[in-house]
């Protein structure tokens, strides 16, 4: 889940715990505190009691964090993605280079797990005409005539 934006009455944005931010993110609190120690997250305010207390800032950075990680890019190149952040317009052509490269490997799968859907669904095609017709000999000639074991 991401948060893009979680305003108070006034339209400000609210500060978050740790807690608030497991919960709306859907990350638990030890990845937050991970996150943190392997400083993907900088430095984390805290209030006068030591709690952790989130911004708008930390949200965006986590949201940013989270989509990469999704898309398989290792927490090393999280970490160099964002401390290119942290420096500035003078990293913006390596950060676009890291994104267009995510990307890529990101089509890449997605065309190799479109193959494996079509083998998927020609399965299941299969085992839903031996069901229909209460046996997979017969069937086995139709979906599969060059090799009918399996």
């Given amino acids: 889940m991401y948060i893009l934006n979680i305003k108070g009455r006034r339209g400000k944005f609210m500060s978050l715990s740790i807690k ?3 919960e709306e993110t859907g990350l638990t609190e ?8 392997e400083e993907l997250l900088g430095s984390i305010r805290r209030d006068e009691a030591g709690r952790r207390v989130y911004d708008e ?3 965006e ?7 990469l990680k999704n898309t ?3 927490i090393k190149e ?18 676009r280079k890291m994104v267009l490269k995510q990307k890529k490997m990101v089509e890449e799968k997605i065309e190799e797990l479109k193959k494996e859907l079509n083998k998927i669904s020609k399965k ?8 229909k017709v209460g046996s997979s000999k017969n069937v ?9 074991d399996i």
């Fill in 61 to 67: 950075i986590i949201n940013t964090i989270t989509c």
């Fill in 30 to 37: 030890y990845t937050l505190r991970y996150y943190e120690k």
């Fill in 124 to 131: 299941l095609d299969y085992y839903e005409a031996a069901c």
């Fill in 57 to 59: 800032k930390d949200m």
């Fill in 72 to 74: 398989g890019m290792p």
């Fill in 78 to 95: 999280i970490r160099k993605f964002v401390k290119y952040t942290t420096m500035g317009d003078s990293t913006l052509e390596e950060r």
């Fill in 140 to 148: 086995k000639k139709k979906f599969y005539p060059e090799n009918c």
């Fill in 20 to 22: 608030k931010v497991a």
